[in-house]
């Protein structure tokens, strides 16, 4: 044993070295570009808060993306998780073919986000032009058109965590329940779901945070059209810091804000339902 503590760190270090070049270092340095001015690193020049306080007197981008991603988010937090786990529910059931199920309900997990937006823009665009509209036509098709595209990727995913904790759930507990007279919603309120906390931690900081950091889906499915009604917060980062000349300190004091924003909501999440945990 004290010869493995010995060569600890040379197993770490690969580890940690590849945090602090991919990780700590560039999010140390972004901190500090967030309060210069700078249009390359070498010519950066300290401003304070200056560009915190143009965000929020004088781009109104940022809120009304901010705005739209948290309805975004909680909509889809929501559908995702509902769903995969009443798929869960299903394909954990002595029913032939479940394994394929299993199979076709991941694979959109595999592709792209770039190839699923462009590909749910033509599949919607193709029903609304029927009725003389496109996705693009209302903020109100962009927002259901992004909902649709999140939960048909990301479903599956959460199903296989689902599933493994359902499959973990002990068989006598669900029989001795059913000998004491326990009806399905009892069971399923009062053991399965308990049982299963653990397994919706994850889906639920796994969809939180995929859902607040959306970008890719985003730009294909709608690019922020109408009138950038439906652009999320990673989005109008991109435009700030990219599309926007003298911009690039503002777009890195929005990356900073969204990332403090992410964690702490994220953060609340893991320790309330972490909480549960820990009482079953």
């Keep these: 044993m004290k010869s493995l503590k010995r060569y600890f760190p040379v197993f770490v270090m690969p580890t940690l070295v590849a945090f602090l070049i991919a990780f700590a270092v560039p999010f140390v340095l972004g901190l500090f570009l967030s309060f210069t001015e700078f249009r390359t690193v070498s010519d950066a020049q300290f401003v304070g808060f200056l560009n915190y306080l143009k965000i929020f ?4 981008t940022f809120l009304n993306s901010l705005w739209f991603t948290v309805k ?3 909509v889809s937090v929501i559908t995702i998780n509902f769903f995969a786990f009443i798929f869960a529910l299903l394909l954990t059931r002595d029913v032939a073919g479940t394994k394929v199920f299993r199979t076709v309900f991941f694979m959109p997990n595999l592709i792209g986000g770039i190839v699923l937006g462009y590909i749910w823009q033509l599949i919607i665009n193709g029903v609304l032009f029927r009725f003389g509209y496109s996705i693009t036509s209302d ?5 259901w058109g992004l909902i649709i595209l999140m939960n048909w990727q990301m479903i599956g995913y959460m199903m296989i965590i ?18 004491d007279g326990a009806g399905w919603f009892t069971t399923l309120f009062k053991i399965t779901i308990p049982s299963c906390m653990p397994s919706i931690t994850r889906c639920l900081f796994l969809t939180i945070t995929n859902s607040f950091k959306l970008f890719d889906q985003n730009l294909a499915l709608t690019a922020g059209a109408p009138g950038g009604r439906t652009r999320m917060v990673a989005l109008d980062i991109y435009e700030t810091f990219y599309g926007r000349i003298g911009f690039e300190g503002i777009g890195q004091a929005k990356s900073v804000i969204f990332f403090l924003i992410v964690a702490a909501v994220s953060l609340t999440q893991l320790i309330l339902t972490r909480r549960k945990e820990v009482e079953i």
Aim: no cysteine.
């Design 72 to 74: 975004f988010a909680v």
């Design 162 to 179: 689902y599933i493994a904790g359902l499959s973990n759930i002990p068989t006598d507990i669900i029989e001795a329940s059913k000998v």
């Design 139 to 143: 903020a109100t098709y962009g927002f």
């Design 57 to 60: 007197t004088q781009d109104a």
